[in-house]
C-alpha cells in the first residue's frame, strides 16, 4: 500500500476548451496534477505525494507565501514534507484553493478549520463560521454548540446560547444533550438568564448524567445551578381579577390574542396553599382544537399552608393573533386554591380579551411570555 501512494500519478496534458468546459473545470483538472506542477507536497505518514502549483498557493495563502518566497528551506526544494496533515483532508483544501469551492459538513468540519487556520485561509474560515451560524437552528444547536468548543467563534456560542436561553426545555429534552462535552453544559448552565427553574436545570442534570458522566464532573456542575443567580429571558403578565373565597375550584382558561404581533408564552406562574410537601400538576393548552403542550409537575411546596406563586415552565408555545386558547389545569393533591374571576391583564402591546363565564374561577397569577416579532405565521383563511 505505501508503494501505491507514491505511484507518480499519470500526466493530464490534454486541457478542454471546448464549450461545454469552464475555466473552474479547468483549474479542478490541475488538482494534483503533475503538469506544470512545480511542488510535491508528501503527506501524512503513508507519504502519499500530492502535485500543486506554487501561484496558485501563493494566491490563496500567505502560509505559502511565506513558505515558497523566504528563507524557509521549503524554498529550496520541490518535495514539502508534511507528516502530521491527513492527505484526504489536504487535498480537499487543494481543490478548495484551486476552484473556490467545498464541501463543509458536520463531520468534516472540525479538520477543515484545523487547516484553514494552519493554512491561513481566511475566506475558508469565513465559510465555515457561516455553516455553523446557518445551521443553528434547533435540531442542531446542541451539536454546533460543542463543536465549536473546539472552533471558537464567539458569534457561534452567543446565538446558540440565545437560542437555548430563550426555549431550554426543548433543548433539554434532545437527545443531543447526552451527547454533549462537559465544557458545552457548563456554558448552558452559566446562562444569566434562562426561560427554566433550577429544578429543571437539575433534571436536565440528571439526563446529560445518565450516560455514564464522571461523578465529580455531576458534582460540579450542580455546584454551578445552585451558586449561580438567575433570571428569565421573558417577563411577567400579570393577571388581576376579583379574589374568590374558598370552595371554588379553578375552571379553564380561555382567551385570544387580540394583538397583531405573536407571543411566546414559556410558562405559568399558579397560586398554590396546601399542607402537601409535594404538590402534583397537570396542565395542557390548546390552540382552538389542537393541543399544543401538555405536561406535569411535581412541586416541592416550600411554603406549607400558605398562599404563594409557583412558575411552570413549559416548552415554548408560540401565541398568534387572532387565535382562540384555552389552558386546563389539574391536581390531585390537597390544595385551598387561591382563585379570583372576570380575569384580566394590562399591557401596552399584549392584548388579551378572556372568554370565562360568569362565576368561573382562576388560579392563575402570571403569564411568562415575550412578544416574537420574527415568528413566521400563516395567516387565517
Known amino acids: 500500500m505505501a508503494l501505491a501512494n507514491n505511484v507518480i500519478p499519470k500526466i493530464e496534458r490534454v486541457l478542454s476548451y471546448d464549450a461545454d468546459t469552464s475555466t473552474s473545470m479547468r483549474k479542478e483538472a490541475m488538482v494534483n496534477n503533475e503538469f506544470l506542477a512545480d511542488v510535491v507536497f508528501i503527506v501524512g505518514p503513508s507519504e502519499k505525494r500530492i502535485y500543486a502549483h506554487k501561484l496558485l498557493l501563493v494566491m490563496s495563502s500567505e502560509y505559502f507565501y511565506i513558505m515558497f518566497y523566504s528563507n524557509f528551506a521549503e524554498s529550496q526544494t520541490r518535495d514539502v514534507v508534511l507528516k502530521e496533515d491527513d492527505p484526504d483532508v489536504f487535498l480537499t483544501i487543494m481543490r478548495y484553493i484551486y476552484t473556490g469551492e467545498i464541501g463543509i459538513t458536520f463531520e468534516n468540519l472540525r479538520e477543515l478549520f484545523h487547516s484553514a487556520q494552519k493554512f491561513m485561509l481566511t475566506e475558508l474560515t469565513t465559510l465555515i463560521r457561516d455553516f455553523m451560524l446557518e445551521h443553528l437552528v434547533p435540531e442542531s444547536t446542541l451539536r454546533i454548540l460543542n463543536e465549536n468548543q473546539h472552533i471558537g467563534f464567539a458569534c457561534v456560542n452567543e446565538t446558540g446560547l440565545d437560542l437555548i436561553s430563550n426555549n431550554p426545555l426543548f433543548y433539554f429534552n434532545h437527545e443531543d444533550l447526552q451527547l454533549i462535552d462537559k465544557p458545552t453544559f457548563a456554558m448552558i448552565l452559566k446562562l444569566k438568564q434562562i426561560n427554566c427553574t433550577e ?183
Open 199 to 381: 429544578d429543571q436545570l437539575h433534571m436536565a442534570l440528571e439526563t446529560w448524567a445518565m450516560v455514564g458522566k464522571p461523578e465529580e464532573d455531576v458534582d460540579e456542575l450542580s455546584n454551578i445551578i445552585d451558586n449561580l443567580k438567575r433570571t428569565y429571558d421573558c417577563h411577567e403578565l400579570r393577571l388581576f381579577g376579583q379574589r374568590r373565597v374558598d370552595g371554588y375550584l379553578p375552571g379553564d382558561l380561555q382567551f385570544t390574542l387580540d394583538s397583531k404581533t405573536p407571543v411566546s408564552l414559556y410558562g405559568i406562574g399558579m397560586f398554590i396553599k396546601s399542607s402537601s410537601r409535594v404538590i402534583t400538576v397537570e396542565l395542557k393548552i390548546f390552540q382552538e382544537d389542537e393541543k399544543v403542550c401538555s405536561d406535569s409537575y411535581e412541586i416541592t411546596n416550600k411554603h406549607l399552608d400558605i398562599v404563594h406563586v409557583v412558575n411552570l415552565f413549559f416548552e415554548e408555545v408560540v401565541m398568534l393573533p387572532t387565535r382562540r386558547y384555552k389552558i386546563i389545569m389539574g391536581t390531585s393533591t390537597s390544595n385551598s386554591f387561591f382563585a379570583f374571576h372576570e380575569p384580566t391583564a394590562y399591557h401596552d402591546n399584549i392584548k388579551l380579551r378572556f372568554h370565562a363565564a360568569r362565576g368561573d374561577s382562576i388560579a392563575f397569577a402570571h403569564f411568562l411570555c415575550k412578544e416574537n416579532p420574527n415568528h413566521i405565521y400563516d395567516l387565517p383563511s
